[in-house]
């Protein structure tokens, strides 16, 4: 996920007062929503045009060069404390985005008391892609429909709309239909989530610009210019790894679990996205916390980072899948590069997306991945 520059801050205040609202909506109602309109999608295709977004067009391309700049500046003239500096904010905010976003939130693939919720809302918001609510929906409607038009970056429509190119237009009629049928009832509940999607016009500035640009300045007498420009190539460079989970991730790597879908697993995305590039183990089970089949630590930094708190009390309800699961799926649907296969007839001409799931709680998860659900941390 990424940002929309523009046109989501200016709506915060009217989704704010709408929330009540919405929040009124039950999850029974939202399924019998989501029957509807895929029956009615069944039927008529809609007519769809790009539309550009100028304004986001001019904003990153603001950002790309004003990262080029940053980087030579933080290259030949920012002090090496600025440098650190620079480092240390991509990767909490980088954390708050694949351990609090993705993770927690949009795959509730485990629980957080309320101080970890709180310091993983607050890095969410450093790294400026979108409020919490609003990216956990367009990722659950990218799993749910993946490919498809419904899908907010579908790799299908090339390289460079699934790295950017689909938040310079807007979006497909499919994703904003699709997305009203998304059970969002989880976080409608979590205080947390509400109170920064209510204030996000506030706190996104605060946190992802300001206060980052301001701390140089303050405690080592950076350059003011030197500062503005290292946080632009911070937040430009922290986007582009995050899109290579939705472009490269969805072109280019192996399908050791199911090889009828396009995500792929990645080594290099693996560790560019703190373990977040194991995309094709992850969209055959998104309700594993460690979002990979892994015994380590190597290429996936979020799951020591959610282990870390759960040796303290504060991540719990952890939830994995038994290698034997995992292994069973493998040779039956993979391609092969893992675990030998035991069927030569599928491919990936047969694949659908009935049944596809966003991860724990989705009412099409089925019963036996429920019922062999490892979980580690249990909470009372």
Same mark, same amino acid.
């Given at each position: 996920?990424?940002?929309?520059?523009?046109?989501?801050?200016?709506?915060?205040?009217?989704?704010?007062?709408?929330?009540?609202?919405?929040?009124?909506?039950?999850?029974?109602?939202?399924?019998?929503?989501?029957?509807?309109?895929?029956?009615?999608?069944?039927?008529?295709?809609?007519?769809?045009?790009?539309?550009?977004?100028?304004?986001?067009?001019?904003?990153?391309?603001?950002?790309?060069?004003?990262?080029?700049?940053?980087?030579?500046?933080?290259?030949?003239?920012?002090?090496?404390?600025?440098?650190?500096?620079?480092?240390?904010?991509?990767?909490?905010?980088?954390?708050?985005?694949?351990?609090?976003?993705?993770?927690?939130?949009?795959?509730?693939?485990?629980?957080?008391?309320?101080?970890?919720?709180?310091?993983?809302?607050?890095?969410?918001?450093?790294?400026?892609?979108?409020?919490?609510?609003?990216?956990?929906?367009?990722?659950?409607?990218?799993?749910?429909?993946?490919?498809?038009?419904?899908?907010?970056?579908?790799?299908?429509?090339?390289?460079?709309?699934?790295?950017?190119?689909?938040?310079?237009?807007?979006?497909?009629?499919?994703?904003?239909?699709?997305?009203?049928?998304?059970?969002?009832?989880?976080?409608?509940?979590?205080?947390?989530?509400?109170?920064?999607?209510?204030?996000?016009?506030?706190?996104?500035?605060?946190?992802?610009?300001?206060?980052?640009?301001?701390?140089?300045?303050?405690?080592?007498?950076?350059?003011?210019?030197?500062?503005?420009?290292?946080?632009? +190539?911070?937040?430009?460079?922290?986007?582009?790894?995050?899109?290579?989970?939705?472009?490269?991730?969805?072109?280019?790597?192996?399908?050791?679990?199911?090889?009828?879908?396009?995500?792929?697993?990645?080594?290099?995305?693996?560790?560019?996205?703190?373990?977040?590039?194991?995309?094709?183990?992850?969209?055959?089970?998104?309700?594993?916390?460690?979002?990979?089949?892994?015994?380590?630590?190597?290429?996936?930094?979020?799951?020591?980072?959610?282990? +870390?708190?759960?040796?303290?009390?504060?991540?719990?309800?952890?939830?994995?899948?038994?290698?034997?699961?995992?292994?069973?799926?493998?040779?039956?649907?993979?391609?092969?590069?893992?675990?030998?296969?035991?069927?030569?007839?599928?491919?990936?001409?047969?694949?659908?997306?009935?049944?596809?799931?966003?991860?724990?709680?989705?009412?099409?998860?089925?019963?036996?991945?429920?019922?062999?659900?490892?979980?580690?941390?249990?909470?009372?």
């Amino acid at each position: 996920m990424a940002p929309n520059l523009f046109g989501n801050s200016a709506t915060l205040f009217l989704e704010a007062s709408q929330q009540d609202v919405s929040q009124k909506k039950t999850a029974t109602e939202k399924t019998v929503t989501q029957k509807l309109s895929l029956q009615k999608t069944q039927n008529s295709k809609p007519k769809y045009q790009w539309k550009i977004v100028w304004r986001n067009v001019i904003a990153f391309l603001y950002l790309h060069f004003g990262a080029l700049y940053g980087l030579y500046i933080l290259t030949v003239a920012a002090k090496s404390y600025t440098f650190l500096w620079v480092i240390t904010v991509a990767c909490v905010a980088a954390v708050g985005v694949t351990g609090g976003a993705h993770r927690l939130w949009a795959h509730r693939s485990y629980k957080a008391k309320w101080p970890m919720r709180v310091i993983l809302m607050i890095f969410q918001t450093m790294a400026f892609q979108n409020h919490i609510y609003e990216w956990v929906r367009d990722h659950r409607v990218h799993h749910k429909f993946t490919d498809t038009d419904a899908d907010p970056h579908n790799a299908q429509r090339g390289f460079f709309f699934s790295h950017m190119g689909w938040l310079l237009i807007r979006k497909h009629p499919d994703v904003i239909n699709k997305g009203a049928t998304i059970d969002m009832s989880d976080l409608e509940k979590d205080p947390v989530v509400i109170w920064q999607r209510r204030l996000y016009i506030i706190l996104m500035p605060l946190f992802c610009f300001l206060l980052p640009t301001w701390v140089p300045c303050h405690f080592w007498n950076e350059k003011p210019m030197f500062a503005w420009y290292a946080t632009i +190539f911070r937040y430009t460079l922290s986007l582009n790894l995050t899109w290579l989970v939705n472009s490269a991730a969805h072109i280019w790597g192996m399908k050791p679990y199911d090889n009828t879908i396009s995500p792929t697993d990645s080594y290099s995305v693996a560790i560019g996205a703190f373990g977040e590039g194991w995309h094709n183990y992850h969209h055959v089970f998104p309700w594993d916390y460690k979002a990979a089949e892994l015994g380590n630590y190597r290429t996936n930094f979020t799951t020591a980072f959610i282990d +870390f708190f759960a040796r303290i009390g504060w991540a719990y309800d952890l939830k994995t899948v038994a290698h034997t699961m995992v292994k069973k799926r493998a040779v039956r649907t993979g391609d092969g590069t893992r675990y030998e296969r035991t069927a030569d007839h599928h491919n990936a001409h047969h694949h659908t997306h009935d049944g596809a799931i966003w991860g724990w709680g989705d009412t099409d998860m089925a019963a036996e991945d429920m019922q062999k659900v490892e979980i580690i941390n249990k909470g009372d």
